[in-house]
């Protein structure tokens, strides 16, 4: 069996690892926020292993990081107790380490008003929000809010369907249309895939 989204390429290197965190550094060096579009489900995983480890490592600002989506929550509990309960489909060398997914700058958002204050906060942040393709969910939202200033970035981690509106971001358009309005995109817009 081939997964046949991304079955084709290589993930989250350790290139691209190190370009995420290169792009963090600087957005939070610029004092702008970093959103992430992200799939709840195994994508936003991987984003929160990979972060973990740039924190161990000391690769990753002291920032807050938001992770707002309710469906990417409840994956996260479920990927959590896999690790906990030494799940046979974990690689061993991660059983019993739940931890890998955690961050001690970890924000969970679980209900709209806090997807709201995430959205009005100034100084530096990474927010972790699906959709993947910034088609629609909360990060649309965050998107409306922060593509307009160059502090902030936007990090495409994952794949961009043609017509989708995190397609529009890789390809460099210069507006978005976000909920019948047209928005500047003047956010660093970078592929960390």
Known sequence: IVESTYGDRRHMENS??????????RTAERGGVVVIPAFAVDRTEVVLFHLHHLHLTGRLPPVPIYLDSPMALDALKIYRNALADEAAD?????????????????EEVVDTQGSKRVSRR??????IAGAGMASGGRVVHH????LPDPRNSVALVGYQAEGTRGRQLLEGTTSVKIHGQYVAVRAEVVLVE
């Open 16 to 25: 691209t690892v190190e370009r995420l965190a290169d792009l963090i550094t």
């Open 122 to 127: 100034n100084g530096s942040a990474v927010i």
């Open 143 to 146: 998107l409306k809010s922060f």
């Open 90 to 106: 974990i690689s061993r060398e991660f059983w019993g380490r739940a931890g890998v997914l955690d961050l001690p700058a970890l």
